[in-house]
T-cell receptor, first 113, second 111 residues
Framework: NAGVTQTPKFRVLKTGQSMTLLCAQD?????MYWYRQDPGMGLRLIHY???????AKGEVPDGYNVSRLKKQNFLLGLESAAPSQTSVYFC????????????FGPGTRLTVT | KNEVEQSPQNLTAQEGEFITINCSYS?????LHWLQQHPGGGIVSLFM???GKKKHGRLIATINIQEKHSSLHITASHPRDSAVYIC?????????????FGKGTKLSVKP
């Protein structure tokens, strides 16, 4: 099993450009999450999904959109990138909500110039 | 004030030392996670606990729900334990499994 994978690993964007980050998991997990990690701050939840076809906002959703068309994939989109979105993005998945551990992807380092 | 606080922020130890990292939280949580982030950036889950104590190899995690405090101990530390250790509380009553993260403790173990 590959676990949780993220594509791409690195990306540099210019302000205003758009891109989509792909998260895929092969563990048949229901729940999937997108986090961002910035220096000096803890991981923060952007959006999450509790099942195929569902999405919900987390702590810092502005400037991002997500889709969960297939159970194994969770896409994070930036429609018009801003320098404030320079960050490391982590995807995670879990079997359920409370009482289940989360499995993290390797991260995507995004720089917006 | 962050709802999940870790101490210390940075910790340097000599190989073989016993290490303790502390985590305090101000919100009601149903479970607490300890995560390890390797120097290369990957994050792995070490423990998830809602009461008592768990042990895995040289790592021990404890939690005191009444005092809203958890500790991660590493016995006989080794340079390969060098990493950032993150505690995260799972929101009590939330069904989504949303985690509230501490800022992490950077551990460096010197040979």
């Amino acid at each position: 099993n590959a676990g949780v994978t993220q594509t791409p690993k690195f990306r540099v964007l210019k302000t205003g450009q758009s891109m989509t980050l792909l998260c895929a998991q092969d563990m048949n997990h229901e729940y999937m999450y997108w986090y961002r990690q910035d220096p000096g701050m803890g991981l923060r939840l952007i959006h999450y999904s509790v099942g195929e076809g569902t999405t919900a906002k987390g702590e810092v959703p502005d400037g991002y959109n997500v889709s969960r068309l297939k159970k194994q994939n969770f896409l994070l989109g930036l429609e018009s990138a801003a320098p404030s979105q320079t960050s490391v993005y982590f995807c995670a998945s879990s079997y359920g909500g409370t009482k289940y551990e989360q499995y993290f992807g390797p991260g995507t380092r995004l720089t917006v110039t | 004030k962050n709802e999940v606080e870790q101490s210390p922020q940075n910790l340097t130890a000599q190989e073989g030392e016993f290490i303790t990292i502390n985590c305090s939280y101000s919100v009601g949580i149903s479970a607490l996670h300890w995560l390890q982030q390797h120097p290369g950036g990957g994050i792995v889950s070490l423990f998830m606990l809602s009461s008592g104590k768990k042990k895995h190899g040289r790592l021990i995690a404890t939690i005191n729900i009444q005092e809203k405090h958890s500790s991660l101990h590493i016995t006989a530390s080794h340079p390969r334990d060098s990493a950032v250790y993150i505690c995260a509380g799972m929101n009590y009553g939330g069904s989504q499994g949303n985690l509230i993260f501490g800022k992490g403790t950077k551990l460096s173990v010197k040979p």
